[in-house]
């Protein structure tokens, strides 16, 4: 596996020869997982995804992103219509560290190195759970480790706190989306988070319908 660092003086953690004859296409099955880390802004993920399917013409085929503390973690997975060389993904990174709101890692594997990669362009259940509770400590991780234990996906995360006007209490808000496995039953997730609700002693705890059209970058 190859990957790639991209910053104000990117290094390459693997060498590409450029002899005669080496720079053969490769498979249709060479894949992109990009991770970008940055501060958030509006748009972030649009102006990401605007080089690597419009400038670049890969497919984007999964997404997940946390935005917590004002930084933002994307982990995108592209692929590719047709077989490309290694120089193309030379010139792949190259166009990548001109984005210099992020920190880009790149890294580029097979197909078959992505687990359950029919899994990525199934229809899933995709649902919101939106919480808002006086401030307490671990209530992201538990609540992670709640939803991973049921094997969901958490594509989206964010939250924030705001001081009680009148009290030295923080509320803690958040609102992630997440993909729900196929063979998960809703009483399954109804219990594990009323559980979760319970130990953490939560004030509020919603799951809704996910509708795209409430969400804004």
């Known amino acids: 596996m190859c990957g790639r660092t991209v910053g104000a003086a990117p290094t390459s953690r693997c060498s590409y020869s450029t002899h005669a004859g080496e720079d053969a296409p490769l498979s249709h099955g060479r894949m992109l997982i990009l991770t970008a880390i940055g501060t958030n802004r509006p748009g972030l993920f649009n102006d990401l995804l605007d080089i690597c399917t419009q400038e670049v013409g890969a497919n984007l085929e ?6 917590l503390a004002g930084k933002a973690c994307m982990i995108l997975t592209f692929s590719f219509s047709s077989a490309h060389s290694r120089s193309k993904e030379e010139e792949v990174n190259r166009t990548l560290e001109a ?13 078959d190195e992505v687990h359950d990669f029919k899994e990525l362009n199934m229809a899933r259940r995709v649902m919101r759970v939106v919480m808002h509770t006086p401030d307490a400590s671990n209530l992201v991780l538990n609540l992670t480790s709640c939803l991973g234990a049921l094997n969901i996906d958490v594509t989206s995360l964010t939250s924030d706190v705001e001081d009680l006007e009148f009290s030295r209490l923080q509320m803690f808000m958040l609102d992630a989306i997440i993909v729900l496995p196929a063979k998960l039953s809703m009483a399954d997730l109804v219990h594990s988070l009323n559980k979760f609700k319970q130990e953490m002693n939560v004030q509020k705890l919603e799951l809704k319908q996910y509708d795209s059209n409430s969400i804004t970058d």
């Open 99 to 111: 984005f210099t709101d992020a920190k880009i890692i790149t890294e580029w594997i097979s197909r």
């Open 62 to 67: 999964a997404t997940r992103t946390v935005v």
